[in-house]
């Protein structure tokens, strides 16, 4: 399941990026309120997004998981 591994690793990164996004976003706050808004909520849409891909994931890996036993089990009945 190599592929399912370097998805979820790409996850773990996007987390780490919209953590330091938070981070800059806490700085700029008092500097330029309008565009610190505008950033909140486009993290928010990517953090949305992130978890919907996650659940897809999960779904795709499941069912790949299962065919791949069922699979298994046709193969070994032979």
């Known amino acids: 399941?190599?592929?399912f591994t370097i998805i979820k690793n790409l996850f773990?990164?996007?987390e780490g990026i919209?953590?330091?996004v938070e981070s800059f976003v806490a700085e700029v706050e008092t500097k330029a309120p309008q565009v610190a808004a505008e950033v909140k909520t486009e993290v928010t849409k990517v953090k949305k997004a992130t978890a919907k891909a996650k659940e897809v994931v999960a779904e795709v890996?499941?069912?790949?998981k299962k065919a791949t036993a069922k699979k298994a089990t046709k193969t070994t009945k032979k």
């Not at 890996?61 to 790949?64: F, N, Q, S």
């Open 1 to 3: 399941m190599g592929l």
């Open 12 to 14: 773990t990164k996007v």
């Open 18 to 20: 919209e953590s330091q």
């Open 61 to 64: 890996e499941t069912k790949v």
